[in-house]
């Protein structure tokens, strides 16, 4: 009953390491996504993948890259760290990426706390 | 462009009602979500109405929505200490090729006995 498994849950990292976070669904979702956020503010999205094979980028996603390496696992890359990355990123997953007139919800992960230093 | 407000915070009185608000801008919302998100913890999906529907309950929660005004409100009957947490408004909407969702910045209900 696992659902959405992000690793590490906590990371310190210094100004231009690079780092990948992991994420994992076990509930044979077709979409996933990477979210970050911040205090004060609403989830943003970074990257979206619709299906096994596509990425697209969503609203911020300058720093970012992502590999959606197949159906259950996509990660995120931050190739060079900077302390404006510092967040709590959360991945989700959902049946379909849902467009059309009855889109599911999304399933959220427990989250990375990531500080840059 | 596409925003999403609530309050940030709301302070209840365990076994009273919370009402929880949220009012958003795009009119071409098909569906408004309330996630509930708990300390440490990811977004728990707790109701979603879809944008023709006026109401929604579902046990202890009750959704309105007045589609005029984009006001969306949750509703908490009997609010227990358990409820305390950061509740997030979110509206979706097709955008390019999947559905896209906007959140709230949350609002965070103290539940005190």
């Known amino acids: 009953n696992a659902g959405v498994t992000q690793t590490p849950k906590f990371q310190v990292l210094k100004t231009g390491q690079s780092m990948t976070l992991q994420c994992a669904q076990d509930m044979n979702h077709n979409s996933m996504y990477w979210y970050r956020q911040d205090p004060g503010m609403g989830l943003r999205l970074i990257y979206y993948s619709a299906s096994e094979g596509t990425t697209d980028k969503g609203e911020v996603p300058n720093g970012y890259n992502v590999s959606r390496l197949n159906k259950r696992e996509f990660s995120l890359r931050l190739e060079s760290a900077a302390p404006s990355q510092t967040s709590v990123y959360f991945c989700?997953?959902?049946?379909?990426?849902?467009?059309?007139?009855?889109?599911?919800?999304?399933?959220f992960g427990d989250g990375t706390r990531l500080s840059i230093l | 462009g596409e925003d999403v407000e609530q309050s940030l915070f709301l302070s209840v009185r365990e076994g009273d009602s919370s009402v929880i608000n949220c009012t958003y801008t795009?009119?071409?919302?098909?569906?408004l979500y309330w996630y509930k998100q708990e300390p440490g913890a990811g977004l728990q999906l707790l109701t979603y109405?879809?944008?023709?529907?006026d109401m929604k309950q579902d046990q202890r929660l009750t959704v309105l929505l007045n589609k005029k005004d984009k006001h969306l409100s949750l509703r908490i009957a009997d609010t227990q200490t358990g409820d305390s947490a950061i509740y997030f408004c979110?509206?979706?909407?097709?955008?390019?090729?999947?559905?896209?969702?906007?959140f709230g910045a949350g609002t965070r209900l103290a539940v005190h006995p």
């Open positions: 979110a509206e979706s909407f097709p955008w390019g090729g999947y559905n896209k969702l906007i």
């Open positions: 109405i879809f944008s023709n529907m």
């Open positions: 795009d009119s071409s919302s098909t569906y």
């Open positions: 989700a997953s959902s049946p379909t990426s849902g467009t059309g007139t009855n889109p599911p919800p999304q399933h």
